[in-house]
């Protein structure tokens, strides 16, 4: 610190005190963000095993972009828990997302509508689980 310079030093460490616990909370949050996306990945990776062989299944290169777009989701989004109106406007995001990116143009809607069916309820499992 500098003593020649008192307001400056008494500012400076006014900011340290103002933004560190910000800093600290931003940073919690993204690793709680973390949690809940690794967490949806796995449930994903599960279910989409479940299904191989059967109608539904992804493939690496599908399942890959889906979670691309999911994890941009949630690390954007907010932490806490989401109303139903904001719920569909997350599913609908991703859903319009998933639509429009070229690894996933092939599968269709109902199938696309399947998977954020059980991405919703496994969401839900790993934001209580963080």
Do not use: F, W
């Amino acid at each position: 610190m500098n003593l020649r310079r008192p307001a400056a030093t008494l500012m400076a460490a006014t900011a340290l005190l103002l933004c560190g616990p910000a800093h600290a909370s931003a940073e919690s949050g993204n690793t709680q963000r973390e949690k809940i996306v690794t967490c949806v990945n796995a449930e994903m990776e599960k279910e989409n095993s479940a299904r191989k062989g059967r109608d539904g299944h992804l493939t690496d290169v599908q399942l890959k972009a889906l979670q691309r777009i999911v994890d941009a989701e949630v690390m954007n989004g907010p932490l806490k828990k989401a109303s139903d109106d904001e719920q569909k406007k997350i599913l609908k995001r991703i859903e319009t997302a998933a639509k429009k990116d070229k690894d996933l143009q092939d599968i269709p809607t109902a199938t696309i509508d399947r998977i954020l069916a059980e991405l919703k309820e496994k969401g839900a499992y790993c934001e209580d689980r963080k």
